[in-house]
């Protein structure tokens, strides 16, 4: 099983990226997917789910600023994230969750930097 993060990097305070995980090795039609992030310090927090019917999730530290997506003929999931504030540094993880076990895989991560 891999879950492969990408699109961080650095980028001033009020742009955009779009982080991606690219997964291999799970049935993803039967995963849940979300994506987590973790600030230097600071606990691992969820900020964005999307179930296995593509109903969407966010936290309320991002909401309005987030759209999570999900592609299951190519088993990636997209999160776009616009509006990025310093306080969103951190290094991004996405989550695969299945929905029935509960068994769950995690992706290397990707490093989010924003420049006031």
């Known amino acids: 099983v891999q879950l492969q993060a990408s699109g961080g990097g650095l980028v001033q305070a009020g742009g955009s990226l779009r982080l991606s995980c690219a997964t291999s090795?799970?049935?993803?039609?039967?995963?849940?997917m979300d994506w987590y992030r973790q600030a230097p310090g600071k606990e691992r927090e969820s900020v964005a789910a999307?179930?296995?019917?593509?109903?969407?999730m966010y936290s309320d530290s991002m909401k309005g600023r987030l759209i999570i997506s999900r592609d299951n003929a190519k088993q990636t999931v997209a999160l776009q994230m616009n509006n990025l504030k310093p306080d969103d540094t951190a290094v991004y993880y996405c989550?695969?969750?299945?929905?029935?076990?509960?068994?769950?895989?995690w992706g290397q991560g990707t490093q989010v930097t924003v420049s006031s």
């Open positions: 090795g799970i049935q993803f039609s039967f995963y849940d």
């Open positions: 989550r695969a969750r299945h929905v029935i076990a509960g068994t769950t895989f």
């Open positions: 999307i179930d296995h019917g593509g109903s969407p």
